[in-house]
């Protein structure tokens, strides 16, 4: 099985609009990273949230983490067409696994 | 200021030569990463590393090579380039193993002919 596992999918939406992006994993993890990569930029952490935490905000993005389930979720609301790019969830955990990279989701926002 | 600069940024190999990729940190981190992207897919990691002079296999470590020469430089070797290698590759550095934010350099596209 593999970490941080995620539907490869593609969403394009209008400017305005909100989205969410989910990502499920099947094994221990203490925390859940989302990367965002702009084309020809190599990724960059957007938002973190640990195992203790179910919710995480910061400014429009907001993730959501559900132990339970083994999965996560990333919002972004009033999206903007710079917000276009590949998200990705990464998961890890304390315990020594390494930090693994969903296939991630292509987010085109248009104008 | 770049934390994790990569070169060449871009390159064309042909097949069976060697190509060495350069990766360069001043976070001052101790681990870090070479990973390669194919189009359409995620991250794949090839070699790390946690220490100067050593390295570690990642998940798809064959056809590569790695060396840490110190804490700074982190470099993947590709001593006989097969067309399967053409992908765009990532070096990244982190404080810590697995829980720590990954930071990337901007990425080397590579072509095999």
């Known amino acids: 099985s593999q970490w941080g596992e995620e539907n490869l999918q593609a969403l394009s939406i209008q400017e305005g609009e909100d989205v969410t992006m989910n990502c499920s994993y099947k094994?221990?993890?203490?925390?859940v990273q989302w990367y965002r990569q702009k084309s020809g930029k190599g990724p960059a952490l957007i938002i973190l949230?640990?195992?203790?935490?179910r919710e995480k905000r910061s400014g429009r993005l907001r993730a959501t983490l559900d132990t339970s389930s083994q999965s996560s979720s990333l919002s972004i609301t009033g999206t903007l067409a710079t917000d276009t790019a590949v998200y990705f969830c990464?998961?890890?955990?304390?315990?020594?696994?390494?930090?693994?990279f969903g296939q991630g989701t292509i987010l085109k926002v248009y104008l | 200021e770049a934390a994790v600069t990569q070169s060449p940024r871009s390159k064309v190999a042909v097949t069976g030569g060697k190509v060495t990729l350069s990766c360069h940190q001043t976070?001052?981190?101790?681990?870090m990463y070479w990973y390669r992207q194919d189009t359409g897919h995620g991250l794949r990691l090839i070699h790390y590393?946690?220490?100067?002079?050593?390295?570690e296999k990642g998940d798809i470590p064959d056809g590569y090579k790695a060396s840490r020469p110190s804490q700074e430089n982190f470099s993947l070797i590709l001593e006989l380039a097969s067309l399967s290698q053409t992908a765009v590759y990532f070096c990244?550095?982190?404080?810590?193993?697995?829980?720590?934010?990954?930071?990337f350099g901007p990425g080397t596209r590579l072509l095999v002919l």
């Open positions: 990244a550095s982190s404080d810590a193993w697995a829980e720590d934010t990954q930071y």
């Open positions: 949230i640990r195992s203790n935490e």
């Open positions: 990464a998961t890890g955990a304390s315990s020594g696994q390494k930090l693994v």
């Open positions: 976070n001052n981190h101790d681990y």
């Open positions: 590393s946690y220490v100067a002079d050593s390295t």
């Open positions: 094994t221990y993890t203490t925390v």
